[in-house]
């Protein structure tokens, strides 16, 4: 039986039904302490005092660690590597403020006691004094002359400027084109709550610090960590259990993992941190937020010569381990998206302001491009009278290989197939039906159509390790991580098919650097392409070593392996279990336990063509996402019902970022507005209408198993098919995300129908 390719129920959900998940929360550690952060309620200001004695005084309260108590420690610093134009300018970042605090709920003391309502009261009892400053929340205005200037240091607060192109022909392209549109889109800042929030518990013993975490990727942490506490790695280890969702954030280092070790090593005590949401909301990471304006040349029949993009990205008060990437080498990648565009030219300027980090989120940097190069093109369709599909498809790559103008080498894909397909199946002939029905109602209807395409690799290179255990069964560790999406499943799905053994053999392990030899984690959709990839070489690295052992086990010149066995070449009748051979060498140098490090470095092309169409109401703004029809090329499915869970995953978040979601500053402030869920609206049920995926797949070479990475595509893709159906149901050029029925009703106003 194969089983690469069967919609296999997922094994891990059992447990997770039965309300026997391990979460960090779950875990009681013998003589645990609890944790709280101070935090501060300004954006930006001096630190005048901290006064620590009334809250030492609260009963249970062991300790209140300020930065004078971490100073001799490493700080935190960026390990994305960028080619900016000069060196990246990374401030300084300690795990508790120095003197100054730079966002609201930047971390100014941690309080540690016998239970958490002792910390909390401890907390509250931490007496700080400030002197506000002038701030600034806005990444545009960050760079004004006379803007409040976040680091000493730090002109205009621009951290790095980010050049990728041949910005000449563009020019030349744009001075001959026969026709030129542009737009200035703002990509929105989102908050991302998972179901689970962060949450730690620091250990450190004769063997060294343990930190058990909700973390994605457990060895890149533990690097980090390493360097802030002057540790060789092998004395750091991290652990991340069962984790509710990531999208990113949960990659990145974070202070309370750094205080969380330094008290335990103080106290001789492990010590727990969980965040509270609102917590959750002002000290962990956000995503997105950049403002760019953007040109498209083209030539007298439509083709495309020329794309010109200038983007702010605002970074936040610091930068985080991933931030850099998502407005630089991310976007550069998936530039232009699947078109034939000659020639392109990116500028982008990563600006310092008093908010929140920014880090890598589902996507990260190619949902923003791909929502405005859509823009582009519907725009451009409107303005030359072409019909959206047509202009689509007369610039879409359909020659492969083909190298994009910024060197990115696209493999293949089914791009103009993608749009025929999603076409037919969004029943876009009856479309104007469908329309007159909704005006005779009073209402307006608008289909967008849109085409994307993700670069699906994240950190190159991978790790798998098979284990053949002393009970029978086989251990599958491997360094890629999974917050929810499935991996349990799906690597013994492909272990399954390679051996010809049945899912129950295999054991899945993740997320513990001292079990797990090495690994780069979860983003960029690279799991099955990266960890299956090491997977595979790792299984066949293990049979070519198997092989002349089970030849002199069966005294044979030559055998052959399928369905879990050995078989004497010509003498089928003759044979041995693969699991037989293990057990005869476990103990001895002969054992098949096989550890590969993959060199993997490929990116992977993940497209296709998604279609919204929305009914709005004019007296109201309220939208109604009717319908939304996608057509994605995966390459080679490994569980089908996996791929659509993961598909309909980021098409929600993607809506939610259309539609819903909205961050918001206080200009004057720095006041995070939208602090809970009571100004944050995340979609519900009731948000989104039943989806229509289909799943084609042109398999790659760029990996054995010719997958291509399905984690990302929904949310790259859902932002922009949603955004003009909005704007072709009201008649307009343009409106800025999220769709607030305030934003849609004063569209009404302005924008008619032609």
């Known amino acids: 039986m194969s089983y690469v390719g069967q919609s296999l129920l997922r094994t891990e959900d059992h447990r997770f039904l039965i309300g026997a998940g391990r979460f960090v929360e779950d875990i009681d550690v013998p003589g645990v302490v609890w944790a709280q952060v101070v935090r501060s309620p300004h954006a930006h200001a001096v630190i005048t005092g901290i006064d620590t004695a009334a809250a030492l005084a609260v009963p249970g309260v062991l300790a209140v660690y300020t930065y004078d108590d971490i100073a001799d420690l490493g700080l935190m610093l960026c390990p994305t590597q960028v080619a900016t134009m000069e060196p990246m300018r990374v401030p300084p970042r300690p795990a508790l403020a120095h003197r100054r605090v730079r966002h609201v709920g930047d971390p100014v003391a941690f309080v540690v006691a016998e239970t958490r309502t002792a910390a909390r009261d401890g907390a509250e009892a931490v007496a700080v004094s400030y002197g506000p400053l002038p701030c600034v929340v806005n990444g545009v205005a960050a760079m004004d002359a006379g803007a409040p200037l976040l680091w000493d240091g730090i002109t205009g607060n621009v951290s790095y400027r980010f050049q990728k192109g041949d910005a000449d022909a563009v020019q030349a392209a744009f001075i001959s084109a026969a026709h030129t549109v542009q737009v200035e889109l703002v990509n929105n800042r989102l908050i991302i709550a998972p179901t689970e929030t962060r949450a730690g518990i620091g250990r450190f013993g004769d063997d060294g610090f343990e930190l058990i975490v909700t973390a994605a990727g457990v060895h890149g942490i533990r690097d980090q960590l390493a360097g802030v506490f002057g540790r060789p790695p092998e004395r750091m280890r991290v652990i991340a259990p069962d984790v509710g969702g990531g999208f990113g954030i949960k990659n990145a280092l974070y ?257 513990d650097t001292g079990v797990v030899r090495a690994g780069n984690g979860h983003g960029g959709a690279r799991s099955m392409h990266m960890g299956g990839a090491a997977l595979v070489k790792t299984v066949n690295t293990m049979l070519d070593k198997a092989k002349p052992i089970a030849e002199r086990m069966l005294q044979a010149a030559q055998v052959s392996f399928a369905q879990g066995r050995f078989t004497v070449t010509g003498e089928p009748e003759r044979g041995i279990a693969l699991l037989d051979v293990a057990a005869a060498v476990r103990d001895t140098d002969e054992s098949l336990d096989t550890y590969v490090w993959n060199l993997l470095d490929v990116i992977t092309f993940p497209n296709g063509c998604h279609i919204a169409e929305v009914e709005v109401d004019p007296e109201t703004g309220f939208i109604s996402l009717q319908r939304y029809t996608a ?67 042109v398999p790659t070479r760029g990996n054995p198993l010719g997958v291509k990475g399905a984690g990302q595509a929904g949310a790259i893709a859902a932002p922009q098919a949603v955004v003009l159906a909005v704007i072709d149901a009201l008649g307009v050029d343009h409106l800025d995300m999220p769709l607030t029925p305030e934003r849609v009703w004063r569209a009404t106003q302005t924008g008619k129908r032609p």
């Not at 259309?658 to 720095?670: C, S």
């Open 255 to 511: 202070p309370e993992w750094i205080l969380l070790l330094h008290a335990a090593r103080a106290l001789g005590r492990p010590v727990k941190w969980v965040a509270e949401r609102a917590e959750d909301f002002n000290g962990t990471a956000q995503g997105r937020d950049n403002v760019t304006k953007a040109r498209l040349a083209l030539d007298e029949d439509g083709r495309f010569l020329a794309l010109d993009v200038q983007t702010v990205a605002n970074l936040g008060a610091y930068m985080s381990s991933g931030g850099p990437g998502s407005s630089t080498n991310a976007p550069a990648n998936a530039m232009g998206s699947g078109y034939v565009i000659p020639a392109i030219f990116m500028d982008v300027h990563g600006v310092f302001t008093n908010t929140l980090p920014i880090e890598a989120y589902r996507g990260a940097g190619k949902p923003e491009v791909n929502y405005m190069i859509e823009r582009l093109v519907d725009l451009a369709a409107r303005r030359l009278n072409i019909d959206p599909v047509e202009l689509r498809r007369r610039n879409l790559v359909s020659a492969f290989p083909y190298r994009k103008s910024l060197g990115t080498v696209i493999d293949c894909g089914r791009f103009a197939a993608n749009i025929d397909d999603a076409v037919v199946n969004a029943d876009r002939a009856g479309f104007s039906a469908r329309r007159a029905a909704s005006e005779a109602r009073g209402l307006r209807r608008g289909m967008g159509i849109s085409c994307f395409l993700e670069t699906a690799r994240g950190s190159p290179n991978e790790g798998a390790e098979l284990r053949f255990e002393t009970d029978g069964r086989v251990a599958i560790l491997v360094g890629t991580q999974s917050n929810g999406m499935g991996h349990e499943t799906a690597y013994t799905q492909i272990a399954a098919d390679l051996l010809g053994l049945p899912p129950e053999t295999f054991r899945y392990v993740q997320g």
């Open 631 to 697: 057509v994605d090329d995966f390459g080679t499915l490994i569980n089908p019902m996996l791929t659509l869970g993961q598909i309909h995953g980021g098409v929600a978040q993607g809506i939610g970022q259309a539609m819903l979601e909205h961050t918001v500053y206080d200009r004057e402030t720095g006041q995070l507005l939208s602090g809970s869920f009571m100004d944050y609206a995340l979609p519900r049920a009731d948000d989104l209408p039943n989806f229509d995926v289909t799943l084609t797949g």
